[in-house]
């Protein structure tokens, strides 16, 4: 899953909760074998929701966390734009 609304997991859905592990599920089989925690990172524009969104992310899954690595990129999009990759689209 892509481009997930912070407002979709602030109302702790279980339907949507469930597509979400779904697809965390997916993208693990799909994943090397030998992984130990999974990576899911979260991204927004400036990295306030992303933030949010990791705690949200953390309370919903807590019985997987510890096959899972949930992180943010500090300061989102922009960020990555100015510091990792200039050639990036800024909106």
Do not use: H
């Not at 597509?19 to 965390?24: C, E, K, M, V, Y």
């Amino acid at each position: 899953m892509s481009d997930l609304p912070l407002a979709k997991l602030e109302e702790k859905n279980a339907e949507f909760i469930k597509l979400l592990q779904n697809s965390i599920n997916t993208s693990r089989k799909e994943a090397a074998a030998d992984m130990i925690a999974f990576p899911v990172y979260v991204i927004c524009k400036q990295g306030n929701d992303s933030q949010k969104a990791v705690k949200i992310l953390q309370e919903l899954l807590d019985n997987e966390l510890c096959s899972l690595s949930v992180k943010d990129i500090q300061g989102g999009l922009m960020a990555w734009a100015c510091k990792i990759d200039p050639t990036f689209p800024q909106y």
